[in-house]
T-cell receptor, first 115, second 113 residues
Framework: AQSVSQHNHHVILSEAASLELGCNYSYGGTVNLFWYVQYPGQHLQLLLKYFSGDPLVKGIKGFEAEFIKSKFSFNLRKPSVQWSDTAEYFCAVLNYGGSQGNLIFGKGTKLSVKP | KAGVTQTPRYLIKTRGQQVTLSCSPISGHRSVSWYQQTPGQGLQFLFEYFSETQRNKGNFPGRFSGRQFSNSRSEMNVSTLELGDSALYLC????????????FGDGTRLSIL
């Protein structure tokens, strides 16, 4: 079964610092990867996704992620964080079984940005 | 365009009771997926419904069930509630089966006393 690991449980940064959140997945074949964000009191929102092609994926709000197949990684990055980026971030992989599919999520990383 | 609507937002039940949660997908979306979110286990897939049929199921006991109506609205039922069922239950909708859930609702917070 596929699994997703997010290494950092809680990250605390000051505004303008650079961000990198780690994500590793277990499956060695074709993967579809996602990052979701959950702002306090709000629903999960899709930040970005990778299906194929350019391994550097750009998402909303200045976020990007790099798919490195050899490392089974899909790390999320942002050059300069803002206080409004305080949220919980989830990495996910699409688990395929024929025509069926469901997301397998990592445990999440809480990001706190100090103003 | 209205988003995914889940009702109720909060629910308090006691052990042994049963509960029904509702999810109205975005108009035109025929796939509805349910996820359970807890601090310990994170987000876990419960099941997916598409065109009124359960298409995929996660590793949850039979106490967890669901259904989908002809208008794509879905309900999730949990019988014989246990303390460990306390969680945020999220619903997500999509235009197609088996793909990435495109939009999530705000969730129903279920607390078991």
């Amino acid at each position: 079964a596929q699994s997703v690991s997010q290494h950092n449980h809680h990250v605390i940064l000051s505004e303008a610092a650079s961000l990198e959140l780690g994500c590793n997945y277990s499956y060695g074949g074709t993967v579809n990867l996602f990052w979701y964000v959950q702002y306090p009191g709000q629903h999960l929102q899709l930040l970005l996704k990778y299906f194929s092609g350019d391994p550097l994926v750009k998402g909303i709000k200045g976020f990007e992620a790099e798919f490195i197949k050899s490392k089974f990684s899909f790390n999320l990055r942002k050059p300069s964080v803002q206080w409004s980026d305080t949220a919980e971030y989830f990495c996910a992989v699409l688990n395929y079984g024929g025509s069926q599919g469901n997301l397998i999520f990592g445990k999440g990383t809480k990001l706190s940005v100090k103003p | 365009k209205a988003g995914v609507t889940q009702t109720p937002r909060y629910l308090i039940k006691t052990r042994g009771q049963q509960v029904t949660l509702s999810c109205s997908p975005i108009s035109g979306h025929r796939s509805v997926s349910w996820y359970q979110q807890t601090p310990g286990q994170g987000l876990q897939f419960l099941f997916e419904y598409f065109s009124e049929t359960q298409r995929n199921k996660g590793n949850f006991p039979g106490r967890f069930s669901g259904r989908q109506f002809s208008n794509s609205r879905s309900e999730m039922n949990v019988s014989t509630l246990e303390l460990g069922d306390s969680a945020l239950y999220l619903c997500a909708s999509s235009t197609r089966q088996g793909g990435q859930p495109q939009h999530f609702g705000d969730g129903t917070r279920l607390s078991i006393l």
